[in-house]
């Protein structure tokens, strides 16, 4: 019992981080119609910024900074290519030029990196937060939770209570409509995808010290996130944290079990394909009709 | 006043339209016609920005805009009212209209169109096709542009709805306002309008006043199907 509520306790950083990604994959999805699989690989390239910032002697909230400063302005670049080049192309396209761009920034990062060697992650916030049935609850883990909904919540307000927000909205339905009544559609969709490229970067940043720490590892952290993002159909920001935190909490207790622990990793892929076949219902029902 | 000379559009990476001239002055209500294919959409999407204009000249007033991005010409006073009732349809009529700009003034909006004010907290969506089609005139009015463009008003609307838009848009005109009329139903545009343009092939085949086309529908149906005839 105890080691199950050890392995849930622990489920809650990576449940945490997968919220925080697929929030920001939903994020970038409504608002500039892109599936981002190239998200993950942003916040890499920040997080990363962060780690050889701080290994060659940057204070640790300096490197911080700065590493969310390069995972938006990375993040700027790919909404560059995706708002000159993209803008007008078909969901299905912009998902393989964001696939396409995936397996670039990773090249590049791995590059940068040093290939596979792993690199020493320092830890945001360490230490234990409070202890809940004997298990200790971790500063990382609150983080990381709490961000998800901080972010999930300002997002909500954000969009259906400010100007800006009003305007991304009409912009995510009709580009062409909303630059035609003067709304500078790519100076917005930029912004957006800085804001997914900083929190994106955060997440990995938090999650960075507890997995594997090279740039791919981290670059494929964007399965889990559009699996999440999948259970809010990529509309529901809410939906979709939840999505997250029960993807995390899933692989963490399946951990728990010998035999299976191997393959708790298949678990953001089981749910997209579980998602998949719940959402093609419908047309099943109609068929046997 | 807008103000086009030689224009060439290219769609698709194909020349479209092929050196245009037209003014649209102000108070004036010119009326773009064409048969389906001869290049009227295209020649609006020229002009607003949205396809790549590769020769001649656009003025807007006495400055050239033709390099600008579609969001500056909206900026600098010229309105382009897509065809297909681009209302945003997830927003209520008035999120519709605030989108423009923070503190905007949905009362002219209302004055010209009062089936919108008491639509206000639909979702434009569920507007019928009519209110869909005032929502987008209005909120390209918000804008307090010098020039509008309106492509294909009255496609799939009701006579007496297509009666009412054609009324109210020549009280726009008549308020000073320079508007560019593309319309399948000649009859009833050539009705309200100060002067025509027949559009062929991506040319200009014909440029002159609206009453010759009005009592002359033969005339009308050549310069469709061929011939010219420069007023």
Redo the contacts between chains.
């Keep these: 019992m105890n080691s199950l509520l050890t392995n849930a306790v622990a489920g809650l950083t990576a449940g945490g981080a997968y919220a925080l990604l697929g929030v920001c994959a939903t994020f970038t999805f409504r608002l500039v119609a892109v599936v981002n699989f190239a998200g993950a690989a942003i916040g890499a390239s920040g997080a990363f910024a962060f780690a050889l910032l701080v290994e060659v002697g940057t204070p640790i909230w300096g490197g911080a900074i700065a590493g969310l400063l390069f995972g938006a302005l990375v993040g700027v670049l790919v909404g560059e290519i995706m708002t000159r080049w993209f803008a007008e192309a078909s969901t299905s396209i912009k998902a393989a030029v964001s696939t396409a761009l995936l397996v670039g920034v990773t090249a590049v990062g791995l590059r940068v990196t040093g290939g596979q060697r792993p690199h020493e992650f320092p830890e945001l916030l360490s230490g234990s937060a409070f202890r809940l049935l004997g298990v200790e609850v971790t500063n990382t883990a609150i983080a990381m939770l709490g961000l998800a909904m901080l972010f999930t919540l300002l997002i909500g307000l954000f969009l259906n209570r400010s ?1 800006v927000g ?2 991304l ?2 912009l995510s ?2 580009p ?11 100076q917005l969709s930029l912004w957006v995808w800085a804001i997914g490229g900083a929190a994106t970067t955060l997440a990995l940043m938090l999650i960075a010290p507890q997995r594997a720490p090279n740039f791919l590892g981290l670059s494929l952290l964007v399965v889990p996130a559009l699996a999440s993002a999948l259970i809010g159909f990529f509309r529901s920001f809410w939906a979709t944290l939840l999505g997250g935190v029960v993807i995390g909490e899933m692989e963490s207790l399946i951990s728990g079990f010998s035999g299976l622990g191997a393959y708790r990793t298949a678990v953001p892929f089981l749910v997209i394909i579980a998602v998949l076949l719940w959402s093609q219902r419908g047309g099943r029902w109609d068929d046997a009709r | 006043m807008l103000r086009i000379s030689d224009l060439k559009v290219d769609r698709a990476g194909l020349p479209v339209i092929r050196e245009a001239d037209l003014v649209v002055e102000p108070g004036r209500i010119s009326v773009l016609l064409g048969a389906n294919g001869a290049g009227k959409t295209t020649l609006l999407e020229g002009i ?1 920005g ?1 396809a790549p204009v590769t020769g001649g000249r656009i003025k807007l007033g006495t400055e050239a805009i033709e390099t600008n ?3 500056e010409r ?2 600098k006073g010229l ?2 009212v ?1 065809q297909g009732r ?1 209302v ?4 209520t009529t008035e ?2 209209l ?5 503190g905007v003034d949905f009362a002219r909006s209302y004055a010209l169109f009062p089936e919108l004010e008491k639509r206000r907290q639909v979702r434009a969506g569920l507007l019928s096709g009519g209110e869909q089609q005032m929502l987008v005139i209005a ?2 009015l918000l ?1 307090r542009p010098k020039v509008i463009m309106i492509d294909e008003m009255s496609a799939g609307l009701a006579p007496i709805i297509v009666g009412r838009l054609m009324n109210a848009v020549r009280a726009l005109a008549d308020s000073g306002l320079s508007i560019l009329l593309v319309e399948q139903f000649a009859a009833l545009a050539l009705e309200i309008g100060d002067r025509a343009y027949v559009l062929r092939k991506g040319q200009i085949v014909y440029d002159g006043a609206c009453r010759p086309l009005i009592e002359n529908p033969d005339l009308l149906h050549r310069l469709y199907l061929g011939g010219g005839a420069h007023a």
């Design positions: 100007h009003l305007q909205r009409a339905e009709r062409a409509a909303a630059e035609l009544i003067g709304i500078p559609v790519h | 607003s949205i991005r579609p969001t909206a900026r309105a382009h897509e681009t945003f349809r997830t927003l999120e519709n605030r989108v423009v700009g923070n909120r390209a804008a």
